[in-house]
């Protein structure tokens, strides 16, 4: 038990758990740091059904779409193909979350389906691979992150050599300049970058 207390007066010394002061009531702050990491875990429970149903349905791109839920409020953000995918994948969500609020932030993208799918010679993959992980270490560099300050990045995709960057802005604002810290990388042939915001609603 002085292991525990230890253990909870070291996270709420870092901020990690907000609770009573260290040595006040180790029983309640115990019970609240357990009662967190219980919520905590249902909530990424939901998230990850809602995000394997996305999975199973080969109208809604999971993969482009960002899952928020805690418990009240549920928050999908990202690129859908068309509202009526964006619907789909608004009542798979709900269904199973139940939550309070929806809130819904969609860029309509058309391509997002229509993507060429990965035929190619042995290797290439491997290619693009390297060439991703070269992408993501210059988009997390000190010079790119001060743009992303407000924002993250959700998707990268590299296609022989044709490399797309997907960004939720969570504030503006909501252009970035990545082009300069992108393109000079050998073996990047296009670029592309493409953003939805999630502080300002998508018309209907």
Known sequence: MKHMAV????LLTLGVVAGPA???????TNATTWQMVKEGSKHAFVIGKIKAAYADRKDIAGRY?????????LQLA???????NAKAAEEIAQSIAKAETVQTFWAFDEAIDNREPYKTHAGEQTE????W??????????????QLKNAEI???NVNHGSVTVYIIADAPPDEFNLEPHVKPIP????FSCKTAKTYTPVAN
């Open 154 to 156: 959700h998707l990268v």
């Open 78 to 84: 990202g690129f859908v193909k068309n509202k009526e």
């Open 7 to 10: 253990s909870v007066c070291v």
């Open 22 to 28: 260290c040595g006040e009531d180790e029983g309640i």
């Open 128 to 131: 693009d691979g390297i060439l």
């Open 187 to 190: 073996g990047v042939i296009q």
């Open 133 to 146: 992980a070269k992408v993501m270490a210059s988009l997390n560099s000190p010079d790119v992150q001060p």
């Open 65 to 73: 779409i960002r899952v928020r839920f805690d418990g009240h409020v």
